[in-house]
C-alpha cells in the first residue's frame, strides 16, 4: 500500500488523462473504473485490476473493505491511498465513490462462425456515452451474445460509458470499429436481421423474433442510415399512440430486445 499525497504524482495525472482523453486510453490500453459495483463485476471476469486508489476517509465503508481484502491479496495490483480532497480530484463524479481501479481494456474478441443461436446488436454512430451505456446494460440483461459497434461510435471504454452499463462490458463480447455492412452479409440468411425505421411499414409486435437475430439501431438524431437499412431484411418502428415523435436510442433498444425475451419466453411455455 502506497499513500499518495501530491496532484503532480504520475499516477493521479494518468487517471486524469484517462478520465478525459480517449486517445490516451487507447494509446495506453487502459481504462478507469468508478465505484465498488463496477470493480467487482471486473473482478469477478478478469480477475484484479491493474491499480486501486481509495479515498482514505472511505476505507472502513463496508463494501471497499471487502474488495481490499479481496483484492489485496494479489501481488500484481498496486494500491494507493489518497485523501478525500485528493480523491474529488480524479474522480469523474461529482459525488466520488470512494474507489477507482485502472484495468487494462480487454482484447476484441473474435467474431464467433456459429450462428445457430445468436443474438446480437449492431450499434451505428451512436454518440452518447451514456445511450452507449445504457443499450449495452439491456443487452446484457436481455442475454444478447455480442454487440457489433460501427467506428464512429462513441468510445465504448469510456468511463462514462462504463458507468451507464453497470458491468454489462464484462458479459458481452463487443466488436469495435466494425464495418456493419459487412458483418450483414456474414449472417447470410442464418440470423435474421431487424433495423429499426420511423418510416417502416411494420411494426415490432407483427414480426417474429424468435431464433437468431440481429438487431440494428442507429444515430440518436438521423437514426439507422439508408445504406444499413436496406442491408437489413426486415425494416420495423415501435408503435407510439402518444404524441412524441421518437424514442430514446437507448429505450427504444430495450424495447426491442425485451420483446425478443417475450416470445422465447412463450415458446418455452408451449
Known sequence: MSIITSRDHPVIKQLVK????????????????????????????????????????????????????????????????????????VSPVKTPSGILATIPIPATK???????????????????????????????????????????????????TLRAAMGAHFSIRIHEKCNLQEIIQKFNSKVKVVATSLHAKKNLYQLTLTGPIAFIFGNEGNGVSEAILQAAEEKITIPMPGKTESLNAAAAAAICLFEKVRQESLTHLE
Do not use: M
Open 18 to 89: 484517462l478520465e478525459k482523453s480517449t486517445q490516451f486510453r487507447k494509446k495506453n490500453g487502459l481504462t478507469l473504473l468508478d465505484g465498488p459495483h463496477l470493480v467487482q463485476a471486473y473482478y469477478a471476469v478478469f480477475g484484479a485490476p491493474t491499480c486501486l486508489i481509495i479515498d482514505q476517509s472511505r476505507s472502513d465503508q463496508h463494501e471497499i473493505k471487502l474488495l481490499l481484502d479481496l483484492i489485496g491479496r494479489q501481488a500484481t495490483t498496486k494500491i494507493y491511498h489518497v485523501s478525500d480532497t485528493l480523491f474529488r480530484h
Open 110 to 160: 473474435a467474431i464467433s462462425g456459429d450462428q445457430k443461436n445468436s443474438f446480437c446488436v449492431l450499434l451505428e454512430a451512436i454518440q452518447d456515452p451514456g445511450n452507449l451505456g445504457s443499450i449495452l446494460r439491456s443487452a446484457a440483461a436481455a442475454n444478447v451474445s455480442d454487440i457489433y459497434l460501427s467506428s464512429d461510435c462513441v468510445d465504448t471504454w469510456s468511463p462514462k
